[in-house]
C-alpha cells in the first residue's frame, strides 16, 4: 500500500507548480481524496479534498482560487496543480486517502 508524491521543488513567488500523488496497492478510486501541508514549526493543515468521482472540490480558504484539485482514477493519481504562489505557501506537501498517507514532497516558494 503506496501513496507517493512527486513535483516539489523550490519555485519563485508567483510560480506554478504541479503536484501528483500516485497510489497502489489498495483501490484509491473508492476513496476520498485530499492535500494536506505541514510547514516548520507548525501542525498539519488541510489543503482540498476531491470526492471519489471527482466532481465535489473543497478548498482551504488560504489556497482558493489558486489552487485546483483533480484525480484520474484510471491512473490511480491525485493532483494539485499550485498558481500564483506565495511564500506562506512553502510546506511538506502530502496526499491522504482514509487512513493512509505519503511521505510527502517539499515546496518551497521564495525568491
Known amino acids: 500500500v503506496q501513496l507517493v508524491e512527486s513535483g516539489g521543488g523550490l519555485v519563485q513567488p508567483g510560480g506554478s507548480l504541479r503536484l501528483s500523488c500516485a497510489a497502489s496497492?489498495?483501490?484509491?478510486?473508492?476513496?476520498?481524496m485530499k492535500w494536506v501541508r505541514q510547514a516548520p514549526g507548525k501542525g498539519p493543515e488541510w489543503v482540498s479534498s476531491?470526492?471519489?468521482?471527482?466532481?465535489?472540490?473543497t478548498y482551504a480558504d488560504s489556497v482558493k482560487g489558486r489552487f485546483t484539485i483533480s484525480r484520474d482514477n484510471d491512473k490511480n493519481t491525485l493532483y494539485l496543480q499550485m498558481n500564483s504562489l506565495k511564500s506562506e505557501d512553502t510546506a511538506l506537501y502530502y496526499c491522504?486517502?482514509?487512513?493512509?498517507r505519503g511521505q510527502g514532497t517539499q515546496v518551497t516558494v521564495s525568491a
Open positions: 491522504a486517502a482514509g487512513s493512509r
Open positions: 496497492g489498495f483501490p484509491a478510486s473508492r476513496y476520498v
Open positions: 476531491i470526492s471519489i468521482d471527482g466532481y465535489v472540490k
